[in-house]
Antibody
């Protein structure tokens, strides 16, 4: 089955760190660029970060630049999001999403993992 | 950053009616617009890409149109499973951005 499964979410205090993981299966992971997209409770979608299939190109949203780091391990079919200096406004469901082979679209999503930043 | 403005925020319709959702970009994005559907507790699903192309497995009652700055998602006859939130997304420029969403609710 083609799927993405996120893990690593939880409750963290402001200023803390957390590492999210996304495990891919059912497709050739190393051929696809990947993204993280988040959704604050009751709010819309916000693109967070992007990494090319080989890891050579990375982009971040301004809201997380300097605090979040995206990486991937193609041998483990996984993409990661290291989050540090977390703020209350980072509270959201974090989705990993596959970039379509056609263009910068999101054609496969995981179920999401909830990150709550609170004291 | 390209801002996408969706309207209306909420659309109250009955099953079988036609839905028309709008997405306006703050600058021209050619046809580089996609539409997603999100149901409560679920991840978004790609419906339409490049303004008018249906993604794999998407029913023909969904159609998209527009170019430049003004785009429309139409659902010709609402099925019970179509009541959801719909988001537009542009891929013309980084950062990739989404609209604020339109909720299609049962009247």
């Amino acid at each position: 089955e083609v799927q993405l499964v996120e893990s690593g979410g939880g409750l963290v205090e402001p200023g803390g760190s957390l590492r999210l993981s996304c495990a891919a299966s059912g497709f050739t992971f190393s051929s696809y660029d990947m993204n993280w997209v988040r959704q604050a409770p009751g709010k819309g979608l916000e693109w967070v970060s992007y990494i090319t299939n080989g890891g050579g190109t990375i982009y971040y949203a301004d809201s997380v630049k300097g605090r979040f780091t995206i990486s991937r391990d193609n041998a483990k079919n996984s993409v990661y999001l290291q989050m540090s200096s977390l703020r209350a406004e980072d509270t959201a469901v974090y989705y990993c999403a596959r970039r379509s082979a056609i263009a910068a679209l999101f054609d496969l999503w995981g179920q999401g993992t909830l990150v709550t930043v609170s004291s | 950053e390209i801002v996408l403005t969706q309207s209306p925020a909420t659309l109250s319709l009955s099953p079988g009616e036609r839905a028309t959702l709008s997405c306006r970009a703050s600058q021209t994005i050619s046809s580089f617009l996609a539409w997603y559907q999100q149901k409560p507790g679920q991840a978004p699903r790609l419906l339409i890409y490049d303004a008018s192309n249906r993604a794999s497995g998407i029913p023909a009652r969904f159609s998209g149109s527009g170019s430049g700055t003004d785009f429309t998602l139409s659902i010709s006859s609402l099925a019970p499973e179509d009541f959801a939130v719909y988001y537009c997304q542009q891929r013309s420029n980084w950062p990739l951005t989404f609209g604020g969403g339109t909720k299609v609710e049962i009247k």
